[in-house]
């Protein structure tokens, strides 16, 4: 009889344990979990423009020869900036004005950006240009003292309709169905009447942009004005 109590009490305890186990197993099984996130990220960047500033249904055709479409001028294009009142080979003569125009673009399907220009001035004196509304003088060389005159420089883009050497950089925002543009840095170079030409007849134009897109990291105007300055210094 003792026995008997004794196999019974060993079955019972043997049941309780594996229901026990049971048990376990299905705590377990309830508490496991896994989770995962997938992000997909697109390509960013500047593009360039493909329209005339002045008319956004002519394309950009920087011909070899002037034409009746860009009112006898020639035109230049060279990536974001655009000369489309610039004729090559302008001859010089002391006390002229040649039509040199930068202007600054950005494709419809670009980034918003901040622009900086570098304009480079190799003739040897007497050369020189008005800045225009919209930009401003970061580290330029005034002419004689006189406002908003410089022979070269670095200038930053303050936005359109914000007076000359007024305002902070702004941003050229992107216009989803058109370029987007600056508005001309300068209109024509001058020469003095008194100007010394020199051997390298030339003023070179360089553009530093800036991608203003992410919308999760500030941009640091200060620091990417730092970064235009060592970046002219090797114009």
Not at 43 to 65: C, H, M
Request: with cysteine; aromatic share 8%.
């Amino acid at each position: 009889m003792e026995q008997k109590k004794k196999k019974r009490t060993g079955l019972v305890i043997a049941l309780v344990a594996c229901l026990a186990l049971v048990g376990v197993a299905g705590v377990m099984a309830w508490y496991s979990s896994t989770s995962e996130i997938t992000n997909n990220f697109v390509d960013g960047g500047i593009t360039e423009p493909d329209t005339d500033p002045t008319d956004p249904n002519k394309p950009l055709r920087p011909e070899v020869t002037p034409d009746p479409e860009h009112s006898g001028h020639q035109g230049q294009v060279n990536g974001n900036i655009v000369e489309n009142q610039w004729i090559a080979n302008s001859k010089v003569t002391p006390g002229s004005s040649i039509p040199k125009n930068p202007n600054v673009g950005i494709g419809k399907n670009s980034d918003s950006c901040y622009v900086f220009v570098n304009v480079k001035n190799n003739f040897t004196s007497g050369a020189h240009f008005t800045l225009n509304d919209g930009w401003k003088a970061v580290e330029a060389t005034q002419y004689k003292g006189q406002a908003n005159e410089y022979t070269g420089g670095l200038f930053v883009y303050v936005g359109k309709g914000t007076s000359v050497n007024t305002g902070d950089a702004a941003i050229l925002t992107v216009n989803p169905t058109a370029d987007s543009w600056t508005g001309e840095v300068f209109s024509k170079v001058k020469f003095d009447a008194d100007a010394v030409l020199g051997d390298s007849k030339s003023i070179k134009v360089s553009a530093y942009l800036v991608a203003a897109s992410n919308k999760t990291e500030q941009i640091d105007v200060a620091e990417i004005t730092e970064a235009a300055k060592a970046w002219a210094q090797k114009q």
